[in-house]
């Protein structure tokens, strides 16, 4: 009697098994290809120094930590386009109180900058009903211009040591802050998303918020505080601009969304809503600094940087559709 083999073919439920399996891991696959290929075109201009790989984690901090939030945001199903210019607000509010009060008041107005956006957008979207990218379109506008006001267009210094050590300026031992800042809360988003019945309901919300709601999840407080979580991740980031940069200048954070996106959406988080996951998060913010810094070490003008930034973005498009 001849063996059936129908049972031993894929059938479509395999296939698409598969084809998600792909889209979760391609980022890994993608970030050690394009290591391997720039430690060997660029060996001579030291990529692989151990000082060059360091500056690329110093230069990717701030964008890791936005992007951890900024996977929370898109698993729920919405985005936040304000964060890179919250980030520069908050640089100066927090140089600007520093330099009135000290630093723990400087560090308190930051999240208070962080708090007072977070609830503006988050309230915006969910009680008025404005489609967040509107809302965070409109504040990234008003956020960049509340921070050229109050600045004067000037660099404000931060003149104090032990903030610029401890946020984002300082070593312990071998090791950057702003690694460890950025490992905090990579391993907190982490936990929180995939260990919390809140990462659950996240997830739930952006998959299909209709049967959320039916299910008994308040889909609008959900929405409400990842878009907090957002703006007080970028109110983070731009504490550790000032630190690292020793000032506050409206301009830090400029154009980072673009990048925070793309990192969140490479690591495999739907830009549809009910998938996420914040280490494929951090090793796409990885990937996309390393790239701008070989870019830099090939001599490549930052028109050209600009260029491959919008590629990398339509990869991560492209790469975050799936058949429904």
Not at 126 to 146: E, N
Not at 259 to 283: C, R, Y
């Amino acid at each position: 009697m001849s063996k059936d083999t129908t049972a031993t073919l894929p059938g479509p439920e395999w296939r698409l098994r598969l084809a998600g399996s792909w889209r979760q891991n391609v980022i890994y696959l993608g970030f050690v290809v394009i290591f391997v290929i720039f430690s060997v075109v660029l060996h001579e201009q030291g990529f692989l120094d151990p000082n060059n790989l360091l500056n690329i984690i110093r230069q990717t901090a701030m964008i890791a930590v936005m992007a951890v939030a900024m996977t929370f945001v898109l698993a729920a199903g919405e985005i936040d386009l304000s964060i890179g210019a919250v980030a520069g607000l908050t640089s100066v509010t927090t140089a600007l109180a520093i330099d009135a009060a000290g630093p723990l008041v400087g560090v308190g107005a930051g999240l208070a900058t962080g708090l007072a956006v977070g609830m503006c957008n988050g309230l915006l979207t969910t009680r008025v009903g404005i489609p967040s990218f509107l809302t965070t379109l409109a504040m990234l506008g008003i956020a960049k211009g509340v921070a050229m006001w109050a600045s004067g267009t000037a660099a404000i210094p931060v003149l104090q040591p032990g903030y610029s050590f401890l946020f984002g300026g300082g070593n312990l031992g071998p090791v950057p802050m702003l690694l460890i800042w950025t490992l905090v809360c990579a391993v907190a988003g982490h936990l929180v998303l995939r260990r919390t019945s809140f990462g659950r309901r996240v997830l739930a919300t952006g998959g299909n918020e209709t049967a959320a709601r039916y299910s008994g999840v308040d889909t609008r407080s959900i929405k409400l505080r990842v878009l907090l979580m957002s703006s007080m991740a970028a109110a983070l980031a731009g504490m550790l601009y000032a630190g690292r940069l020793q000032s506050g200048r409206f301009q830090l954070g400029e154009g980072d969304e673009l990048s925070v996106i793309a990192a969140a959406v490479l690591g495999g988080t739907s830009l549809f809503g009910g998938a996420g996951t914040v280490a494929g998060t951090i090793i796409g913010a990885l990937m996309i600094g390393m790239i701008n810094n070989g870019l830099i070490l090939m001599g490549l003008e930052f028109s050209q940087q600009l260029i491959a930034r919008g590629a990398i973005i339509i990869l991560a498009v492209a790469l975050s559709q799936q058949k429904r």
